[in-house]
């Protein structure tokens, strides 16, 4: 295959996964439970290496502890380490968040802010946080959200041979329609968790493998 074919054939292979994707899930959302953008980004941070389904059962108790987004200003961080230690990395996490809370609170007079380079300024944030909290609280779409789903789905099905997950990002926007940035990211996590999980299985039975 010249490398000059290649972009395009990725191109024609990303538009069949779509169209097998959107069958199998018309509409895929984040499985993450909140109630406002605040609790929206302390539930994205809390899930990075963890499930979402353990964060969710963190999270009510968590949001009902600390109602308001002032309280974070006043948590104790060795109290908030225990409120999330069930989600892993609890001390990196909880810096992170209550050092984000003053952040928002100082630079964006505390509400979230609306770009990318403005969200990745904020401790904790990443680009696939970004991405997630952008597109969930806002409806704008900056790019797409790089996942462990994701990471090894796109690498699996040839729409990238690269690891890390900016450069993953880029491959991904050059053969993805924007509009279905989004998509992609909710699509890929939950067909990785329905058909074709990380631990060994057999790849002829994933509804994908007859690309």
């Not at 904790?124 to 997630?132: D, E, L, M, P, S």
Request: aromatic letters at 8%; glycine letters at 4%.
């Amino acid at each position: 295959m010249t490398k000059r074919s290649e972009p395009r054939t990725r191109k024609d292979r990303a538009v069949k996964i779509l169209r097998v994707l959107k069958k199998l899930f018309p509409d895929p959302k984040i499985q993450l439970k909140y109630s406002s953008n605040w609790e929206l980004l302390v539930a994205v941070i809390l899930s990075a290496q963890c499930t979402d389904k353990k964060v969710n059962e963190v999270t009510p108790a968590l949001f009902k502890k600390y109602r308001r987004f002032d309280s974070y200003l006043r948590a104790n961080q060795k109290e908030f380490e225990k409120d999330i230690r069930p989600t892993g990395f609890y001390r990196a996490k909880a810096k992170n968040i209550l050092a984000a809370a003053k952040v928002i609170k100082e630079k964006f007079n505390g509400k979230l802010p609306k770009t990318m380079d403005e969200m990745i300024s904020i401790p904790g944030v990443g680009r696939k946080t970004a991405n997630v909290v952008l597109w969930n609280a806002y409806g704008i779409i900056s790019g797409i959200a790089v996942d462990t789903h994701v990471r090894r789905l796109s690498r699996l099905l040839g729409l990238t041979e690269e690891t890390d997950p900016g450069k993953i990002e880029r491959d991904l926007e050059k053969i993805i329609p924007k509009k279905d940035w989004p998509y992609i990211t909710y699509a890929l996590i939950q067909y990785g968790r329905k058909y074709c999980p990380a631990r060994g299985h057999n790849h002829l039975l994933c509804p994908l493998s007859r690309l």
